[in-house]
């Protein structure tokens, strides 16, 4: 079998995934600004990295997986202008950062918890590590890759780039950069337009602010993740991640942050998730097209047509590949809710599969497929796509038109468990199949009768608008059943 493979931002391939320090792996995700709830794009994300955690540890990897907390320094601009948005929201609301903090730290636990995620094992955030900060300031400062004005200390970018491909992971040299970037403008203490801050004065009015070696300061927001990334995983580490909105900004500068403190670029693979669009368009809150997955869960958004549950909506994202953009829709909400639906049918019923002298099928090939669509950068799609051949396989064993052995069903009950549940990190919704079931026993009641009474009009549409909606009946000697179409 094939080993996994992985694209690289950095050297925009794919490359074989090999760990600094075999079983240990070091994995650092960029987390959430927690001053207001996660929206579904920032979910994509996180559940995306999630399969990748999981699949590293299903591969036997014994993976430090660390997804910050960003408490304080994200600026409403890139471009080091604006407020503080944690500062921000507490100022409007009359609250101190930290209930701010608390609250959305809170609503973001509890959100990945509905999609299943697994915790990360360490999630640190910016304001426990000022000191961290501080001490790569000062590194950066004496190894001359930083300056301090009278309103900040500044990274020096254009001595950086002369030896070191700075904007290399979004594939831009720095004449690109810089025809791109506007004129500096209130900010002319900084020397060069491309310059980002490290830590920022702060004005008495400040709410969050540290003492520091240059007098009242706050931290800018690329150094917390080069601070906590080298503190837990070293200054060089195995995986880097995040959204790919990240890519020319935040993590060029936690790049160039960690070359010029420890000579080192810190990851050795990035790997960035793409957008989820609603139209085409990124969601964003900014942009105003944003849910959030509570409004998700219960329709309640003029954008749903009605509410969709948190295993169908992560489904939704497995068919997706995680590099390519995810377009929001009802249609294909709808389509993977229904398609989420046959898979657990298929689950269901597998353990109770009869088996005999021979398999219809080749199980160990489909087994390899699916392996092979995950080592190839994690295609949830296209191993998908092989599981439901193993739907098709298992209905057709369970309908008597084909066979399987006793050996090839543990096979699939075993990749069946292992994909979908540990891997895909999907999960029964039983309410759900608990209600279709008491529903379905409804309607095949209803049926009955209409048949006993001879009413065939009646009892022919409820079978063929059940059969329009994915629910094929049989009748049988004992009564009519239901199971999904395939
Ligand atoms: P933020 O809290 O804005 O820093 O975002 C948290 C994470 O969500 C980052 O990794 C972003 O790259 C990611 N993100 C933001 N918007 C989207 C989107 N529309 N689709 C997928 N990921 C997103
Ligand atoms: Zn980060």
Known sequence: MTALKLYNTFSREKEDFKPLNPPLVGMYVCGPTVYNSVHLGNCRTFVSFDILFRYLLHLGYKVR????????????????????????????????P???VQRYTIDFHKVLDQFNNLPPSIEPTATGHIMEQIEMTEKIL???YAYETDDAIYFNVEKLAKQFPYGKLSGRNLEDLYNNTRELDGQEAKKGKLDFALLIKAKPTHIMQWSSPWGRIFPGWHLECSAMSSKYLGEEFDIHGGGMDLVPTHHTNEIAQNVA????????????????????QKMSKSLGNSFLPAELFSGNHKLLEKGYSPMSVRFFMLQAHYRSTLDFSNEALQAAEKAFVRLMAAVKILPSLKTGASTSSNISA?????????????????????????VRIINTVNDGKETITEEDKQLLVKLFNEIIFDVFGLKEELQENKNLDGVMKTILEIRAEAKAKKDFVTADKIRNELLENGIQIKDGKEGATWSFTL
Request: overall charge negative; proline content about 2%; charged content about 25%.
């Open 65 to 96: 997986y660390v997804r910050n907390i960003t408490d304080a320094g994200h600026l409403e601009s890139d471009a080091d202008e604006g407020e503080d948005k944690i500062a921000k929201k507490a100022r409007l609301e009359q609250l101190e």
């Open 366 to 390: 489909l087994k390899n497929s699916v392996y092979e669509a995950l080592n190839d950068d994690l295609n949830t799609p296209v191993a998908l796509a092989h599981l439901f051949d193993g």
């Open 142 to 144: 004496q190894n001359g």
């Open 98 to 100: 930290m209930e701010i």
């Open 261 to 280: 403190c420890c000579g080192k670029s810190p990851a050795r693979y990035w790997v960035h998730t793409n957008m989820l669009t609603v139209n085409g």
